[in-house]
């Protein structure tokens, strides 16, 4: 009795279960492991009966944003960009596409409803969506009958970004990939996703990419150490050692390191929405310092070409000594410009500090540099060799052998004395 009982509440319970199951929305979901006891999950929902779509989206929140796109590349594919909202316990979810490989820009097109269960939970990303306008865009559609939609995700740095706004500036992504979903198995009933704990209906394409922003950086480096470091060891190596080609060539090894850093600045800037109008304080001073230091170079190239031919000094030099240290003053200040306009104030402090130590060691090296060669002129006149030599003679007991007095007179006869006898 008890046995048959038992079975008869399995069936029922295995039954219950069923139609549990049977009501779950069909979907397609993409779980990616993410080695450290993390997932970044998608899971997609297509209603047959309407234009919309539902998706549900997880990850850690560790990173600075998460996203998910439809298409094989990063060029006009339709992306979902998660990260903190400005409050710090929300979630603000962006969709953008994007034109190319850069930072892609938020469409009016495409709206995202969240839905209840979504929010920033236990320090993870979690996304129960509803889409209006996401089955075709501008430039791209998903493929409703394919078994393999190509798909992108890409998490963030660990950059700390929190925002309301649609349109937040994001950093480069710090790892990316590809994977294909299955549109057929995920089209029927409509309704967030479910399935979320497994991979079903999607597939991997590769593994994980990792990609580090060493553009900034080398911008960065190489403007700061032009300026701090390069244009102001060419001063001093003309004032130490009086060759002009060893101040040629250190100038010349700086300006060249203004262009490659220059033409990074201008490669980085084409990749982010707030730079790509090249309209901000840093990059407009950017551009007139860096004419001025090719002008800066051509009249020393000119006054250096005049002065060998004719011995005479010109205009042009008085010109370049005036525009010289300007240059250097004006590229130092829009370096803390930079840091700025790239979000790091925090290593202004400690770029000044080494601009402070570096000015403090050229202009040390240069002022007794300068006292060295005023010691030496004072020694070198007549008058200072005569006491030399003076003080010499008493210590050793010789004559005084006077120096640079002039040639003796002439000899001429005593008054009185006729010509002297033959």
Request: net charge positive; glycine share 10%; proline share 5%.
């Amino acid at each position: 009795m008890q046995r048959s009982l038992n079975i008869v509440l399995a069936f029922l319970a295995a039954g219950l279960l069923i139609t549990v199951r049977s009501d779950a929305p069909p979907a397609s979901t993409f779980v990616l492991d993410g080695g450290d006891g993390t997932n970044l999950t998608f899971a997609l929902n297509i209603p047959s009966n309407s234009d919309e779509l539902y998706f549900h989206m997880s990850g850690p929140a560790g990173n600075d944003w998460m996203a998910v796109g439809a298409g094989k590349e990063m060029k006009d594919s339709l992306m979902f960009i998660v990260y903190t909202a400005a409050d710090g316990r929300n979630i603000t979810v962006s969709p953008r596409i994007a034109s190319g490989h850069s930072e892609p820009t938020h469409t009016t097109d495409v709206t995202v409803v969240l839905l209840p269960g979504s929010g920033l939970i236990n320090n993870t990303y979690i996304v129960n969506a509803k889409c209006h306008g996401c089955r075709k865009w501008e430039g791209g559609f998903l493929d409703l009958k394919s078994k393999t939609q190509s798909m992108i995700y890409a998490v963030g740095p660990g950059d700390y970004l929190q925002s309301d706004l649609l349109d937040a500036g994001i950093r480069r992504h710090e790892d990316f990939g590809q994977f294909t979903m299955d549109m057929v198995q995920a089209t029927g009933d409509e309704g967030v996703p479910t399935n979320t704990t497994s991979t079903s209906g999607a597939a991997s394409v590769g593994s994980a990419r990792i990609d580090r922003d060493y553009g900034n950086a080398f911008h960065a480096l190489a403007m700061t150490g032009a300026f701090v470091i390069l244009f102001p060891l060419g001063v001093l190596l003309l004032r130490l050692f009086e060759k002009v080609i060893l101040h040629w060539l250190n100038q010349a090894f700086a300006v060249f390191v203004v262009v490659v850093g220059a033409g990074m600045g201008i490669y980085i800037s084409l990749m982010y929405n707030k730079s790509k109008s090249f309209n901000s304080a840093h990059q407009i001073i950017g551009i007139i310092v860096v004419m001025l230091v090719f002008a800066q170079m051509t009249l020393g190239f000119l006054h250096h070409r005049i002065y060998k031919r004719t011995q005479r000094t010109t205009p042009m030099i008085k010109v370049h000594r005036f525009v010289g240290p300007v240059v250097i003053l004006i590229g130092i200040v829009n370096g803390a410009l930079g840091f700025n306009f790239a979000g790091e104030n925090r290593l202004i402090i400690a770029y000044f500090v080494v601009v402070i130590i570096v000015g403090l060691l050229i202009s040390g090296a240069i002022v007794l540099k300068n006292r060295h060669q005023r010691r030496k002129n004072v020694y070198s006149t007549p008058a200072a060799q005569n006491f030399q030599e003076a003080y010499v003679s008493q210590q050793y007991g010789s004559d005084i052998p006077l120096r640079n007095t002039g040639d003796p007179p002439a000899y001429a006869p005593p008054p009185g004395m006729g010509r002297p006898m033959v």
